[in-house]
C-alpha cells in the first residue's frame, strides 16, 4: 500500500505515524503541497493521502467522516 504525506504538518508527523502503523507501507513525503512537478506523480501512485490542507470555499469535512472513508476533500 503506498502513502503520502503531504504538506508540511503531515511531513512532520509522519515519523511518528508509521512508527505506529502496523500495516507494510511503501511511503512518500512531499513537504511543499505546491510542487505540481513531484506531487502528480506521487497522488497517481497514492492510495492513502495524508494532509493538512484547507483553502477557503473548500468542501468541508468531518473528522470521522474522513477518517471512515479513507480519504480527505
Known sequence: MKAL???HFAAGVAPR???KVKTPLES???DDEGDAAQLAPLLAEAEIVVGHIWRAG???ASTSATIGR???V
Do not use: E
Open 5 to 7: 504525506f503531504l504538506g
Open 17 to 19: 505515524i508509521l512508527a
Open 28 to 30: 512518500s513525503i512531499l
Open 58 to 60: 473548500g468542501a468541508v
Open 70 to 72: 479513507g480519504c480527505c
